[in-house]
């Protein structure tokens, strides 16, 4: 989602430059600014690319006309020259970036993010012919190897983005659907981080995601002495080691921080980031931050977010805010802060994504909950608690906005779970390394307005029970690596709006379910939205069902490793949608006519 989103705002963006250039022509006027030394770098440049997806092919893109009307090509209105090069997202493929390049040595902005070189080196030398850059965008582009020493001489620049991401931080990353992770396998390699700044003076933003700085020195204080005005210092999963040294204090118009997944940072809590009173966003996740969190309240009114989850050695007390606060979201998940007094909460009216564990609360429970009334999303895990997260549920009682709740490592009772059952407005639930027993999961059928479902590495002991068959609005339905026994219940049929549905029993745990024969009803050719259907390592023993066959949107159709058997269905043929039909390792016969 994300990623479509920002191709077409990239795609908008170029779109919006368009436009305005034309307009610029709108007199009727038919001189050539174009510069035709740099037309022809730019037709080279294009020489070197291949395009796999719309909306590119830098049809424009023609010699003889003036390339200043160019797909992604901006000029200078005085001069004429090349100033601007943004080909963000166009859907490039290239064997590395063509020399051609550093002869339009008038750009400004160069954005060259998400499209794909080849897993290719920068060239080597280039980049300082470009001084006038101000913008400089490669991320997400496929480029690898050293990061080359001419960026360090573009004085002007004031953005600079070779960041790798790889977690979707998108708001609604969270909700119905998992964010996508995708392994880097190719990373930008930086020597010497204070090499690099030394003379960036002027910039503003820093993004250098997943870029190996492990061995580039004392990022720190080359941070504090070199770039005063930064405002935005984003630098997850660069293999960074601590400590966040004293001198970054200096940096106080920061307005966002991302040190996320530098697991060697190994710091205490560093208190001047309280004292910033710009600061709209502070991801430390991941960071191993040790010892005692200050006791002190935040100064920043524009705080909205605040990320300190998988932080274990984390002790103390969740922080104050002023009660114009703006917090939006907090992750406390993988800590061992709680809170302090009841109705701490009362300063979290705008709060609409939090986690936490339930150690949080090993206190008492806090007297004002329903202050989270505005909450949106929420990921409570259980781990080592007295406190049933039952009864947490309980005291929030006024969660009427709440759309996806996470759960983990919890242990129900039916009467814990029925105040989750309350939730009337959760649109996505998922559950994982829980116990559960049938009569819980029963209560799950008054959620009737849940669009997603998911169930992880629970135990289960029983069937899934019919109850689910109320859940009519269900566009995903998963239940994986549960220990539990059949049958699916026929009421799956009133799943009419289902769009994916996935039932994977637990790797290795077959023999234990020998002899429970259990089928797929038929039932599920009620499901005429269905576009995946997967069952895996499940003990089902019957025949697969000729209703199969009716499932007219099927592209995915996986029945593996359940000891189906009997004939292969003949209805199979009118899957004409199919792109992925497995059902090994059955005991199936017949052929597919
Ligand atoms: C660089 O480009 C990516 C993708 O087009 C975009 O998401 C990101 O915000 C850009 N970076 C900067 C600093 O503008
Ligand atoms: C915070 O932002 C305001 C408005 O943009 C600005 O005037 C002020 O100087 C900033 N403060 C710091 C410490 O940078
Ligand atoms: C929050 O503020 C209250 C009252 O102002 C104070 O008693 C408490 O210790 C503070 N908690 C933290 C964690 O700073
Ligand atoms: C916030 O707190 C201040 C004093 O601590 C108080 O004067 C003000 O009325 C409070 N504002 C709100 C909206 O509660
Ligand atoms: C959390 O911190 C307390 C000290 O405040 C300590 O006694 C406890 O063992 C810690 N718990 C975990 C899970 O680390
Ligand atoms: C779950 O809770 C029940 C009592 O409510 C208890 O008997 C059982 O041992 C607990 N199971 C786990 C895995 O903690
Ligand atoms: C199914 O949902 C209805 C409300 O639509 C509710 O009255 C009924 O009790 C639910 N049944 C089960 C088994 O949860
Ligand atoms: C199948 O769908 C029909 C409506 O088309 C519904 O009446 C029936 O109850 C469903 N059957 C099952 C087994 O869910
Ligand atoms: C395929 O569908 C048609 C009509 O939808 C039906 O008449 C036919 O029997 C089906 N074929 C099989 C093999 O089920």
Redesign the pocket.
């Known amino acids: 989602m994300g990623l479509i989103f920002?191709v077409l705002l990239?795609f908008l963006v170029v779109l919006a430059a368009l436009a305005t250039i034309s307009n610029a022509h709108g007199d009727g006027t038919l001189t050539l600014r174009c510069h035709p030394d740099e037309a022809a770098s730019l037709l080279q440049l294009k020489k070197s690319f291949s395009f796999f997806r719309y909306p590119s092919g830098l049809e424009s893109w023609q010699d003889g006309t003036d390339c200043c009307l160019w797909e992604g090509v901006g000029c200078s209105n005085s001069f004429g020259h090349v100033t601007a090069l943004e080909l963000?997202?166009c859907g490039l493929y290239s064997q590395g970036l063509d020399p051609a390049i550093f002869k339009l040595t008038s750009l400004q902005l160069l954005?060259l993010?998400?499209n794909n070189f080849g897993m290719h080196i920068l060239p080597a030398s280039g980049f300082e012919r470009l001084s006038l850059l101000t913008h400089l965008?490669l991320?997400?582009s496929r480029f690898q190897g050293k990061i080359p020493i001419g960026i360090s001489k573009l004085v002007n620049l004031i953005?600079l983005?070779l960041s790798v991401s790889y977690y979707d931080t998108t708001e609604d990353s969270l909700s119905d659907y998992d964010s996508s992770i995708a392994i880097i396998s190719y990373v930008f390699w930086l020597p010497n981080f204070q090499n690099l700044v030394a003379n960036l003076k002027n910039l503003r933003?820093l993004?250098l995601d997943g870029v190996d700085m492990s061995s580039s020195g004392d990022w720190c204080h080359a941070l504090a002495e070199s770039l005063p005005d930064l405002r935005v210092l984003s630098l997850s999963s660069c293999f960074l080691g601590g400590p966040i040294c004293w001198s970054l204090s200096r940096l106080h118009s920061l307005t966002a921080i991302n040190l996320e997944d530098n697991f060697d940072i190994l710091a205490t809590f560093p208190e001047f980031f309280m004292d910033f009173s710009n600061l709209s966003v502070l991801q430390l996740a991941r960071t191993n931050l040790q010892g005692w969190f200050p006791r002190r309240a935040f100064e920043s009114k524009t705080l909205r977010v605040l990320d300190l989850s998988g932080n274990q050695d984390l002790l103390g007390h969740v922080p104050n805010f002023s009660n114009a606060s703006s917090l939006e979201t907090m992750m406390l998940d993988g800590t061992n802060l709680s809170f302090a007094k009841p109705g701490s909460f009362s300063n979290f009216k705008s709060l609409k994504r939090l986690s936490f564990d339930v150690i949080f609360f090993s206190v008492d429970p806090p007297s004002s909950l329903d202050i989270l009334g505005s909450l949106r999303q929420l990921q409570v895990s259980q781990v080592d608690s007295a406190v049933d997260v039952g009864a947490i549920f309980s005291w929030m009682s006024d969660l009427q906005n709440l759309q996806s709740l996470k759960l983990s490592w919890c242990n129900f009772s039916q009467t814990s779970f029925s105040s989750v059952a309350k939730l009337k407005s959760l649109r996505s639930l998922t559950i994982s390394d829980c116990s559960l027993t049938r009569p819980v999961l029963s209560t799950l059928g008054y959620l009737v307005d849940l669009r997603s479902l998911e169930i992880f590495n629970c135990i289960f002991s029983g069937s899934i029970p019919s109850a689910v068959g109320n859940l009519t609005n269900l566009r995903v339905l998963k239940i994986n690596g549960c220990d539990f026994s059949g049958p699916i219940p026929s009421s799956i049929g009133n799943l009419m709006n289902l769009r994916s549905l996935e039932i994977n029993g637990a790797y290795g745990s077959f023999d234990s379910h020998a002899g429970s024969s259990v089928a797929i009803p038929s039932s599920v050719g009620n499901l005429s939205n269905l576009v995946s259907l997967e069952i895996w390592y499940c003990f089902f023993s019957g025949q697969i069902p000729d209703a199969v066959g009716l499932l007219k949107k099927l592209a995915v159709l996986r029945l593996g490793q359940c000891g189906f058997s009997g004939r292969i269905p003949n209805s199979i043929v009118n899957l004409t949608q199919l792109i992925d039909l497995d059902l090994s390792s059955n005991v199936l016969n017949g052929k597919i006519v």
């Open positions: 920002r990239v963000g997202g954005d993010s998400m965008n991320s997400n953005s983005d933003e993004y």
